[in-house]
């Protein structure tokens, strides 16, 4: 698997199958201070789908009879997409994920001995005591079942063996890796899933939390150890410092593992404008793929270098995303720049005045820390150029 892998990075084509179950919804909203309404919801929930994303996790149906409506309404919407809730791993719980008419649920599996024995206070026969009797019963409500180990980064490798043994005799289809605590790395984390890959036949989907910015880097880690599905949210959004985000795996997975996932990425701007205004949430200007300025460009050699030929600093298209290139003048903008700059004023700059004009731009930038409008470049001209201008 890792030699494939490997190749797919030079460009060749993975024929890997890869699913994002997406938890904007469900995961996304637990971030501290973060509500949706339910008009918001479903708008999340028919944006995702028309994205082409197959799996949408709703919510937590234990949070009440308000939350248990909202997940049906949605259902009943039939997207086109296959629905999941999440539950305790307990029979109440359970019958209430199975009123909301979604096609999956995800119990919760405390798995790390840190959370046994100080969360729950249960053993690990306990656990698999209770997915004998549970994953049956799911499976009674016409439920697929997924198996969500909690904090199994922390997790002893012996027992997550034996919880996706158990889970897999009694009819789970899935086991979810959750990185609750955001500490794997990108090695051990491919270590841990090949693990589980090779002594399991239950799909795997990997939930990352980026505490430390690693969710991305462990979800490909994830995908090139076998894991079939991966957690996402629309910008990052989650608890503390929040999951993967849907855009940076979608377009890692596309241009470092050769593995599209049949996302109309066109539409992701939108997608998450939307849920920086509902969440509250809003990501910085250099925030990879969706923030406001990672297409801008300043520095002279870098803009020199983008009107020879785009591809000498494109990394990822902003075509992909329905943008483009944005050139700025700045403090360290070059010749070329601010020449083509006053020549769409209908200025000519010499050669001999545009030294001059540079350092009077790199003075501006610096006092006022913003690039100079068009009013603000006629003034510059008119103050450093020593002469009137010269419009052509």
């Excluded at 027992?159 to 979810?176: H, M, P, Q």
């Excluded at 880690?221 to 503390?240: C, D, F, P, Q």
């Excluded at 300043?298 to 009107?307: F, I, Q």
Aim: charge should be negative; aromatic fraction near 4%; glycine fraction near 8%.
């Amino acid at each position: 698997m890792f030699q494939q892998d490997q190749q797919s990075l030079c460009g060749s084509q993975n024929t890997q199958q890869v699913v994002i179950d997406d938890t904007t919804l469900r995961d996304g909203e637990q971030s501290a201070g973060v509500a949706f309404s339910a008009e918001e919801k479903i708008h999340i929930a028919r944006s995702l789908v028309e994205l082409g994303v197959q799996e949408l996790e709703l919510g937590i149906p234990a949070m009440g009879a308000e939350e248990c409506e909202l997940i049906r309404s949605i259902v009943e919407l039939k997207l086109g997409a296959k629905s999941l809730v999440w539950s305790r791993l307990n029979e109440a719980d359970l019958t209430l994920a199975a009123s909301t008419g979604v096609d999956m649920v995800d119990l919760s599996v405390p798995s790390s001995a840190q959370q046994l024995k100080n969360k729950i206070h249960k053993s690990e026969a306990w656990v698999l005591d209770q997915l004998v009797k549970l994953i049956p019963r799911a499976l009674d409500y016409g439920l697929e079942v997924c198996i969500g180990c909690e904090d199994a980064s922390r997790a002893d490798a012996d027992f997550l063996s034996r919880i996706a043994e158990c889970a897999e005799k009694y009819g789970a289809k899935r086991l979810r890796y959750a990185d609750t605590l955001g500490i794997l790395e990108p090695f051990r984390c491919y270590e841990s899933l090949k693990k589980l890959r090779q002594s399991s036949g239950l799909e795997l989907e990997m939930h990352a939390h980026d505490d430390y910015g690693l969710a991305t880097a462990n979800t490909l880690a994830a995908v090139k150890a076998g894991a079939s599905h991966i957690n996402t949210t629309v910008n990052g959004l989650g608890e503390r410092a929040g999951n993967a985000p849907l855009e940076e795996c979608v377009f890692a997975l596309k241009h470092l593992h050769a593995l599209d996932l049949a996302i109309d990425t066109t539409k992701i701007p939108a997608l998450s404008a939307f849920v920086q205004q509902a969440s509250g949430r809003s990501v910085s200007s250099n925030k990879s793929v969706v923030g406001a300025m990672v297409f801008t460009h300043e520095s002279g050699v870098h803009v020199d270098g983008l009107l020879k030929d785009q591809h000498n600093y494109q990394g990822l298209d902003p075509t992909e995303l329905g943008r483009s290139h944005e050139l700025v003048l700045g403090k360290h903008s070059g010749s070329a720049l601010l020449k083509a700059a006053y020549e769409s004023l209908g200025l000519r700059v010499s050669d001999d005045v545009t030294p001059i004009l540079l350092g009077g731009l790199r003075k501006f930038s610096s006092s006022t820390k913003r690039s100079p409008t068009e009013q603000d470049l006629i003034r510059l001209y008119q103050q450093y150029s020593n002469s009137e201008l010269a419009v052509g």
